[in-house]
Each structure stands twice: as structure tokens, then as C-alpha cells.
């Protein structure tokens, strides 16, 4: 049977291939979309499925599309009053959070609260406040599905297991477009270089994270939360083709792997049907072609991404969101070429010594310490 379906961030990567996912169907309603500002993407897909709510992040752009859409009976709301509307609507059943940044946070607490099913492509809501979602989600009887490839393939591969059974997850990295580079090979590349990602197809700022491992980090920090697993037993493994997604090795010492061709669509719609699986269109993976599937390491000492997230996640209390806001202005510091590939290192660590942890904290206390954080970059970096 078909859901009714939100969308946080429907005109990004996941939004798209979300909508794509809903259009194959068929069968799934689609009661609110919402966007940061691409209003014309916005209008197309209201017109295509007929929401009746519409969250438009820039007040003044959600104005302009409400005079766009007046032929149509679609309530246009804006700011985060308008994504907390969209989140607790009542015939929503599955809230997809596919919106970059801890903008998703409030939202996806709203929506537990209110006892809707997450769909989660929304990777900061757990790095910053794992400790306040998950009991929230456990208390509500609200089902936490995982949209990212690696913990849908980890979440595929435990189906029918107990948590207890679970010895160890293996995180699978791609090794981004730089694997193999040595540190000083790295110092000059461009942005351009950074956003040819070998196989997935992603928006600018995970497309950057997966280039540093930055990404990786934050999926392991994810994993954590989303499978109760401490980070001793999270293991992270370069398998550079994007083969195989992820693997749980269980106390018995079998190791389940989930392998697909790298689609998003699949851990979407896994996810937006779950527990059933649909025929989904697409390559399927020929294993007379591809004859072998490699494996290494990642390189910790050239691509630091991966041990400060390890290292903010063994801190914990605040300093996960220190983590994950340095490396959002960062990013957005060097898409704008206002500074080098390493300097995102650089203000992630210096952003993480400064910082005083604040144990267990609050809602507020975790958008205060990234404000603070991103206060502290812009005053020390001067751009």
C-alpha cells in the first residue's frame, strides 16, 4: 500500500530522486514538499503532485511562488515556523528529511513528536543530537529508516537480527576523486577537482565531504546512533568501485553484505516501503563483467576527515556539532574558493581545540555552539 510522504528539501539531490521514486509507483501521496529557494523547481513539482502545503525557506521567494501558484489550491508558508507546519502534518505518515544542515533538526523532532516515520537522509540531525532523537524516536514507537546507501545496506543486512548478534559494522568509502593522493599532492586542488565524485551523483557540499572523508566521519558517527554501536566496533573499509554498500559482521564471524549498482533510488525506496521491496528500474550489477572487488584502507594521516569525526564522536557532548559546523562553513568557505582544500582540515581542528564541551546538551545548547562556532571561523579566517 502506498504512504503519504513530506519532503524536506525536495529540489536537492535526494529530494529529486525521491519525487522520481514516487512518479515510478505510483502509488505514494505526496502532501507537502519544501525548498531553500529554487522556487522554480519548486513549482514544477507542485504542479506535477499537487501538495497541499508548500515550505519555502526564503520568505520573500515563498511570496513570489505564491503568486506563481494562485491557479492552484496549495498553502505557501516559509521560515522554520513553515518547515515545523510541514513536519507535523496530520496525514503525513513518512517525513523524508532529505534538507542539508541542521536546519533539519527542529523539524525532525517535531515530526517524532507528532509520531510520523522518518525517512533520514539528513545526516547532521544525528551527528548533533543522536542523544536526543533516538530515545525521542524509541519513546514515540517511531521507526528511524535510514535514505544514506552505507546505513541502508547495514540496516538490510540486520533484518531478521538481533542487536545483539551484531559484532561489528563495516562502513564501505569510494576513496573520493583523491584517493592515493599523498597530503602535499592535495594542497592545490581545485574545486572543480574536488566535485568529479568517481560514481555517485550528489550535491555540491556531500560531493566536497566525500572528497576529504569528511563524509565518511559523519556516517560513522551516524552508525553509532542509528545501530547502538559503539565506535570500537565500526569499521571503515575503501572499496573503490561502490559495489558493495556496506557489511555487518555478526559474533559468529558470517559477514552480510548488501551490493547494488550506486543508485540511490534503492535505499530511498527500501526505505519509503519498507518492510517490502519493489522492482525498481535500473543496471543491475553483472558479475560476469566485473570479475573483481577490491578492497584497502582509508588513509588517515593524508584524509583527516575520518579521525577528527572519530575522534569529536569519542568526545561527544557538543563536540559533534563543533565537528559538523566547522566543516559546513568550511566547505562552503572553499566552494567559494576563499580558501584551499587542506584549510578545511585546518578550521575543522582548530574549531574542535578551542572548544569547550558542554555534556548532554539541549536543543538550544546545540544550535548555540554552532552559531558560536561559525562566529569564531568567521572572525579568525577574515573572508
Same mark, same amino acid.
Given at each position: 500500500?502506498?504512504?503519504?510522504?513530506?519532503?524536506?528539501?525536495?529540489?536537492?539531490?535526494?529530494?529529486?530522486?525521491?519525487?522520481?521514486?514516487?512518479?515510478?509507483?505510483?502509488?505514494?501521496?505526496?502532501?507537502?514538499?519544501?525548498?531553500?529557494?529554487?522556487?522554480?523547481?519548486?513549482?514544477?513539482?507542485?504542479?506535477?503532485?499537487?501538495?497541499?502545503?508548500?515550505?519555502?525557506?526564503?520568505?520573500?521567494?515563498?511570496?513570489?511562488?505564491?503568486?506563481?501558484?494562485? @491557479?492552484?489550491?496549495?498553502?505557501?508558508?516559509?521560515?522554520?515556523?513553515?518547515?515545523?507546519?510541514?513536519?507535523?502534518?496530520?496525514?503525513?505518515?513518512?517525513?523524508?528529511?532529505?534538507?542539508?544542515?541542521?536546519?533539519?533538526?527542529?523539524?525532525?523532532?517535531?515530526?517524532?513528536?507528532?509520531?510520523?516515520?522518518?525517512?533520514?537522509?539528513?545526516?547532521?540531525?544525528?551527528?548533533?543530537?543522536?542523544?536526543?532523537?533516538?530515545?525521542?524516536?524509541?519513546?514515540?514507537?517511531?521507526?528511524?529508516?535510514?535514505?544514506?546507501?552505507?546505513?541502508?545496506?547495514?540496516?538490510?543486512?540486520?533484518?531478521?537480527?538481533?542487536?545483539?548478534?551484531?559484532?561489528?559494522?563495516?562502513?564501505?568509502?569510494?576513496?573520493?576523486?583523491?584517493?592515493?593522493?599523498?597530503?602535499?599532492?592535495?594542497?592545490?586542488?581545485?574545486?572543480?577537482?574536488?566535485?568529479?565524485?568517481?560514481?555517485?551523483?550528489?550535491?555540491?557540499?556531500?560531493?566536497? @565531504?566525500?572528497?576529504?572523508?569528511?563524509?565518511?566521519?559523519?556516517?560513522?558517527?551516524?552508525?553509532?546512533?542509528?545501530?547502538?554501536?559503539?565506535?570500537?566496533?565500526?569499521?571503515?573499509?575503501?572499496?573503490?568501485?561502490?559495489?558493495?554498500?556496506?557489511?555487518?559482521? +555478526?559474533?559468529?564471524?558470517?559477514?552480510?553484505?548488501?551490493?547494488?549498482?550506486?543508485?540511490?533510488?534503492?535505499?530511498?525506496?527500501?526505505?519509503?516501503?519498507?518492510?517490502?521491496?519493489?522492482?525498481?528500474?535500473?543496471?543491475?550489477?553483472?558479475?560476469?563483467?566485473?570479475?573483481?572487488?577490491?578492497?584497502?584502507?582509508?588513509?588517515?594521516?593524508?584524509?583527516?576527515?575520518?579521525?577528527?569525526?572519530?575522534?569529536?564522536?569519542?568526545?561527544?557532548?557538543?563536540?559533534?556539532?563543533?565537528?559538523?559546523?566547522?566543516?559546513?562553513?568550511?566547505?562552503?568557505?572553499?566552494?567559494?574558493?576563499?580558501?584551499? +582544500?587542506?584549510?578545511?582540515?585546518?578550521?575543522?581542528?582548530?574549531?574542535?581545540?578551542?572548544?569547550?564541551?558542554?555534556?548532554?546538551?539541549?536543543?538550544?545548547?546545540?544550535?548555540?555552539?554552532?552559531?558560536?562556532?561559525?562566529?569564531?571561523?568567521?572572525?579568525?579566517?577574515?573572508?
Amino acid at each position: 500500500m502506498g504512504k503519504t510522504i513530506a519532503i524536506l528539501g525536495s529540489t536537492g539531490s535526494i529530494g529529486t530522486q525521491t519525487l522520481e521514486v514516487v512518479r515510478e509507483n505510483g502509488d505514494i501521496t505526496v502532501a507537502a514538499l519544501s525548498a531553500g529557494s529554487n522556487i522554480t523547481l519548486l513549482e514544477q513539482q507542485v504542479r506535477e503532485f499537487s501538495p497541499r502545503l508548500v515550505a519555502v525557506w526564503n520568505p520573500e521567494k515563498a511570496v513570489e511562488l505564491k503568486t506563481r501558484l494562485a @491557479d492552484m489550491k496549495v498553502k505557501v508558508v516559509s521560515g522554520m515556523e513553515g518547515l515545523l507546519e510541514l513536519a507535523v502534518l496530520e496525514e503525513v505518515e513518512i517525513l523524508v528529511t532529505a534538507i542539508v544542515g541542521m536546519i533539519g533538526i527542529r523539524p525532525t523532532m517535531a515530526a517524532i513528536e507528532a509520531g510520523k516515520d522518518i525517512a533520514l537522509a539528513n545526516k547532521e540531525t544525528l551527528v548533533t543530537a543522536g542523544h536526543l532523537i533516538m530515545p525521542l524516536a524509541k519513546e514515540k514507537g517511531v521507526r528511524i529508516l535510514p535514505v544514506d546507501s552505507e546505513h541502508s545496506a547495514i540496516f538490510q543486512a540486520i533484518q531478521g537480527s538481533g542487536r545483539k548478534e551484531i559484532h561489528k559494522l563495516l562502513i564501505t568509502a569510494s576513496g573520493g576523486p583523491f584517493r592515493g593522493r599523498k597530503r602535499e599532492e592535495l594542497e592545490h586542488v581545485q574545486v572543480e577537482d574536488a566535485l568529479k565524485h568517481p560514481n555517485w551523483a550528489m550535491g555540491r557540499k556531500i560531493t566536497i @565531504d566525500s572528497a576529504t572523508l569528511v563524509n565518511k566521519g559523519l556516517e560513522v558517527m551516524e552508525a553509532r546512533w542509528l545501530f547502538d554501536v559503539d565506535l570500537d566496533h565500526i569499521q571503515v573499509v575503501v572499496q573503490p568501485k561502490s559495489i558493495i554498500h556496506s557489511m555487518v559482521e +555478526f559474533v559468529d564471524g558470517a559477514v552480510l553484505a548488501q551490493l547494488g549498482t550506486p543508485d540511490m533510488k534503492l535505499p530511498i525506496q527500501y526505505a519509503l516501503y519498507y518492510p517490502e521491496r519493489r522492482y525498481l528500474p535500473g543496471e543491475r550489477l553483472d558479475f560476469s563483467a566485473l570479475k573483481e572487488i577490491t578492497f584497502d584502507n582509508p588513509d588517515m594521516d593524508t584524509f583527516k576527515g575520518l579521525p577528527l569525526a572519530m575522534q569529536a564522536s569519542r568526545l561527544g557532548g557538543s563536540m559533534p556539532t563543533v565537528f559538523n559546523a566547522a566543516n559546513e562553513r568550511a566547505v562552503a568557505m572553499f566552494l567559494k574558493k576563499q580558501i584551499g +582544500f587542506l584549510d578545511i582540515y585546518r578550521i575543522i581542528e582548530e574549531s574542535m581545540e578551542r572548544h569547550e564541551i558542554i555534556q548532554n546538551p539541549v536543543l538550544e545548547q546545540i544550535l548555540e555552539t554552532e552559531a558560536k562556532t561559525y562566529e569564531w571561523i568567521e572572525s579568525r579566517w577574515n573572508v
